[in-house]
């Protein structure tokens, strides 16, 4: 772990994912908005939350593309609290067709997935759990609504307390 920009992980996942924003075959493209806060350094592996970002973009790209609505993705970052353990938030909101209630209970179960077979492994979700919360100690949480998307919320601690706790012993 080492202190980490969060906006470049983010950039660099859009740009991995940049062409799939563009309009295609019947599907007319998606409009991105970005709301950038101002966040301190972030303890953290870099790669693995760029992995979240990716993993959490290419879901909402996904639900996008097989919607008839226009697509918005959201993305809005801010420092939510200062003082001796201060939080930072990652919102991610799209305009899909939201998840649907009898599967809720399942989404980051690994292998779950809605996806048709070859398209998707089930992982993603799983992962992005698994990174936030186990190795960041940070919060993942969503709202979805079939009427206008799915929203995703990621709180992490700007230093961990694992990594506190090691600093201690050093």
Not at 14 to 33: A, D, K, M, N, V
Not at 89 to 116: C, N, Y
Not at 138 to 157: H, K, N, V
Request: aromatic share 4%.
């Amino acid at each position: 772990m080492k202190p980490t920009n969060l906006h470049d992980c983010l950039d660099e996942t859009l740009t991995l994912l940049r062409h799939r924003l563009e309009p295609h075959g019947r599907f007319g493209g998606i409009e991105l908005q970005i709301d950038r806060g101002e966040l301190p350094m972030v303890t953290c592996h870099g790669g693995q939350m760029a992995q979240v970002l990716m993993n959490l973009l290419g879901n909402a790209i996904d639900a996008m593309e097989s919607s008839d609505r226009a697509g918005l993705l959201s993305i809005c970052t801010q420092c939510l609290t200062s003082g001796p353990h201060p939080l930072v938030e990652i919102i991610v909101r799209d305009s899909g067709h939201g998840i649907p209630e009898s599967i809720r209970s399942q989404l980051f179960d690994p292998f779950f997935t809605t996806k048709p077979v070859g398209r998707g492994t089930g992982l993603g979700l799983s992962i992005a759990y698994q990174i936030v919360v186990e190795n960041h100690d940070g919060t993942i949480d969503y709202t979805s609504d079939a009427d206008w998307g799915t929203e995703f919320r990621i709180r992490l601690p700007v230093q961990p307390k694992h990594r506190l706790r090691s600093l201690d012993h050093e």
